[in-house]
Each structure stands twice: as structure tokens, then as C-alpha cells.
């Protein structure tokens, strides 16, 4: 089955840029997704990268995806307080309805 | 656009009591909605999917009698916690399909279920 693997924590200081990182299974996946969740709210959806590209940026949040190795990374440039939060990144389940498989999610904790 | 409303947003509830959370899709069709729990500082637990007009599709080991599940039309699923007990606390999810750009989903803003 698939499995979505993230570390479970990371800290940094404002200004400074964040990395989070993500290792998936499933070779097959189209898109992968990176999803934000601030304390007690639902998830919202950063960004996604689409399976045939290696990069992908927009504003702060780049992407970047390595298919051999299966890895998948969030970069937060200039990282602010309002960048604390749980990060998930997910892939589609193969085979399913369109449903998603979520890592653990990276909870960041931006110091002043 | 493509919003899932959910609601309520934080409800506490006594033991033996049934509580229903509605998510509706406010700008498009959801057809299909996905129900999630979420435990304290962990992922998302796929509990359930509901098809608009049809039988939810439930996960191993997630009960369908208590986990009640109706999805009647193209922009409301609901799901219904029947006999309540603390162990039921949690937080709960909804997501749609909602074509946002690479197959995206939306997600409603979640629901704190406390049972006493």
C-alpha cells in the first residue's frame, strides 16, 4: 500500500527559509500536493506539482519533485509567523475514487 | 471558487447523544465527499466516502452504524455520530473533488467533536 513519510517537526527563524520534506510510494501519481493546516482548521491546498515537472514555484513556496528518488520537497522563502502550521503532503491512492493518502505532517514552528 | 462549507465547527456533546455535521459544496457539484478523522498531532484517517445517491463506501474497522452517512444531493453530505462516547472525540474532515487545478480537493474547515 502507499505510504507517505514526512519528519514530524521543524523549527526555524523568521526570515529565514524553510525545507520540508516528503517521500512517497506510488511511481504512478499524476499530481502530488502539498496541503497547509493551522490550528483546529481544515486543510488548504498550497500547491501542487504535476508528476512530469521537477520544480514548480509560486510567490514563497517553491517545489521541488525527484521521481527517481521518489521525494518530494516544500522550500517556505522568508519564512514568517503566520508560516506556523502543519504541513501534509499527499498523493493520490492508486487505484481509488480520487482519494488521497496524507503523510504524517511536518508541524512549523517559526521563532521570532 | 469550489468552498465546502462545514458545519458545526466545534460542538461538545453528552454520552448517548447523536450529533450531525453537515459539508456542503457551495460553487460546484460535489459527487463524491471524503470523511476523515484526525487524532491530536497526526495525519488524516480516511473513515468514509459518500456518493451522491448512493451507498458510502466505509474503511476497515470504521462502524457504518454509528458512522451514518447520507450524501442526498449534489452539494450536501452529512455525517452523523450516533450514540456518542468520549472515545468518539476527535476532529473531523470533509473533502470534495473539486477540479482546482491538478485534480484538486477542497476541504471543509473541520469539526472539534467533544463527547462528555
Known amino acids: 500500500g502507499e505510504d507517505v513519510e514526512q519528519s514530524l517537526f521543524l523549527s526555524v527563524r523568521e526570515g529565514d527559509s524553510s525545507v520540508i520534506n516528503c517521500t512517497y510510494t506510488?511511481?504512478?501519481?499524476?499530481?502530488l500536493y502539498w496541503y497547509k493546516q493551522e490550528p483546529g482548521a481544515g486543510l488548504q491546498l498550497l500547491t501542487y506539482i504535476f508528476s512530469n515537472m521537477d520544480m514548480k514555484q509560486d510567490q514563497r513556496l517553491t517545489v521541488l519533485l525527484n521521481k527517481k528518488d521518489k521525494h518530494l520537497s516544500l522550500r517556505i522563502a522568508d519564512t514568517q509567523t503566520g508560516d506556523s502550521a502543519i504541513y501534509f503532503c499527499?498523493?493520490?491512492?492508486?487505484?481509488?475514487?480520487?482519494?488521497?493518502?496524507f503523510g504524517s505532517g511536518t508541524q512549523l514552528t517559526v521563532l521570532p | 471558487g469550489a468552498v465546502v462549507s462545514q458545519h458545526p465547527s466545534r460542538v461538545i456533546c453528552k454520552s448517548g447523544t447523536s450529533v450531525k455535521i453537515e459539508c456542503r459544496s457551495l460553487?460546484?457539484?460535489?459527487?463524491?465527499m471524503f470523511w476523515y478523522r484526525q487524532f491530536p498531532k497526526q495525519s488524516l484517517m480516511l473513515m468514509a466516502t459518500?456518493?451522491?445517491?448512493?451507498?458510502?463506501?466505509?474503511e476497515q474497522g470504521v462502524e457504518k452504524d454509528k458512522f451514518l452517512i447520507n450524501h442526498a444531493s449534489l452539494t450536501l453530505s452529512t455525517l452523523t455520530v450516533t450514540s456518542a462516547h468520549p472515545e468518539d472525540s476527535s476532529f473531523y474532515i470533509c473533502?470534495?473533488?473539486?477540479?482546482?487545478?491538478?485534480?484538486?480537493?477542497?476541504f471543509g474547515s473541520g469539526t472539534r467533536l467533544t463527547v462528555v
Open positions: 459518500s456518493n451522491e445517491g448512493s451507498k458510502a463506501t466505509y
Open positions: 460553487d460546484f457539484q460535489a459527487t463524491t
Open positions: 499527499a498523493e493520490p491512492l492508486e487505484g481509488s475514487a480520487r482519494q488521497l493518502t
Open positions: 506510488d511511481s504512478s501519481s499524476t499530481y
Open positions: 473533502s470534495a473533488p473539486s477540479d482546482r487545478g491538478g485534480n484538486g480537493y477542497t
